[in-house]
Every structure is written in structure tokens, then in C-alpha cells.
């Protein structure tokens, strides 16, 4: 059985939602010119259809101004979250290191150090669920109890769990990299 087979109930997936998990294997697998297409499908399905092309089309100066602000709000939400989300004494620690991290991501991206930015960013992510659901986020049906609060919700922690796969083969083109971690912070920053 595949991952997706033991952590969906298909029953949760609209057939429109299914369509990720066709089209990130077609984004992995495309060529230059064919990619940024497939983001855009795969950030349709995750995220609110028709925004998140902005940040990989147009000229370069407005797509690169799109791309700084898209990096500042994932920054500023975050920072917002880590903030307002109560933990214990104990966990300060985990919470400063995270804090730490994004700083340390947006500085890598922003400075073309792709492949670090992009482990980094999945680092975040997981970061992020762990600071949301504490232990359940380690769990091994943490996706599945995604999916059934939020299908959208599950798609993304499903996103991040095939980009951690990615991150351990790390034989990837930085465009590619480049295009993935921007579609993560898109949804992200989309929450």
C-alpha cells in the first residue's frame, strides 16, 4: 500500500482534490518550460484558484516584488502564530528555534540558497504541526486526522510530507526547489 492509500479516506477528497496527487508527480517529473503549469494546477487544488500564478509568471521585477511580499506575509503569519499559540515552559525552547528558522529560510531563499531553503522550509513546516497538535503531529495517522478536519488542510500536510521525501533523495534541479517551496509558503500563507 501506498502512503496515500493508509492516510486518506477517499470518502473526504472531492475528485477536484484527488487531482494533487496526479499533479505533483507530473510537476516533479516536468521540464522547464511545462512546470510552472503544473504549480499553478497543483496550487489551484491546495490553495484559491488563480492566485498563486502571479508569483511564477509575468516580467521579473513585478514577479520578483510579488515573491518578496508572498515571503513577508509567510514571515509576518507565522511569526504571528508561533506568538499567539499557547505552550508550556517547556516547549519555549522549540518555539524560539522555530523563530530562528524562518528567519534563517527567508534568508536562504532570498539569497538563491535553494536546496537549503527548501529543507528548511519542509523543517518549518513540520515545525509548524508539531506546534499546532504537539504529539499528534508525530503520530503515525497524522495525516489522516488531517484529511478529516480539513481535506485542504490534509492535501497540505500530504504536500509536505512528499516534499520531506524529496529533501532525502536531494537530486532535484533548484527550479524545481525553487517552485515547490514557493507553492508551500503560497498555501501557507493562504490559511
Not at 5 to 14: A, N
Not at 101 to 129: H, M, T
Request: net charge negative; aromatic share 12%.
Amino acid at each position: 500500500m501506498t502512503s496515500r492509500e493508509l492516510t486518506i479516506d477517499e470518502r473526504l477528497v472531492s475528485d477536484i482534490e484527488k487531482a494533487a496527487f496526479e499533479a505533483l508527480p507530473l510537476l516533479i517529473n516536468a521540464d522547464d518550460a511545462r512546470r510552472n503549469r503544473f504549480a499553478i494546477q497543483l496550487a489551484d487544488i491546495l490553495g484559491n484558484a488563480g492566485e498563486f500564478q502571479q508569483y511564477v509568471t509575468g516580467k521579473g521585477s513585478e514577479r520578483l516584488a510579488r515573491m518578496d511580499r508572498l515571503l513577508r506575509v509567510f514571515r509576518e503569519n507565522v511569526e504571528l502564530l508561533v506568538h499567539k499559540t499557547w505552550v508550556e515552559k517547556s516547549e519555549e525552547r522549540p518555539k524560539a528555534r522555530l523563530l530562528d528558522d524562518l528567519l534563517a529560510f527567508e534568508r536562504e531563499f532570498r539569497d538563491g540558497a535553494v536546496s537549503p531553503a527548501f529543507k528548511r522550509f519542509v523543517a518549518l513546516a513540520n515545525s509548524i504541526a508539531s506546534l499546532l497538535f504537539g504529539h499528534q503531529s508525530k503520530a503515525e495517522d497524522f495525516l489522516a486526522y488531517c484529511f478529516r478536519i480539513d481535506p485542504k488542510f490534509g492535501l497540505f500536510f500530504w504536500y509536505i510530507n512528499e516534499l520531506e521525501k524529496q529533501a532525502h533523495e536531494g537530486s532535484f534541479k533548484d527550479e524545481l526547489l525553487t517552485v515547490e517551496t514557493l507553492l508551500g509558503v503560497y498555501v501557507l500563507s493562504s490559511f
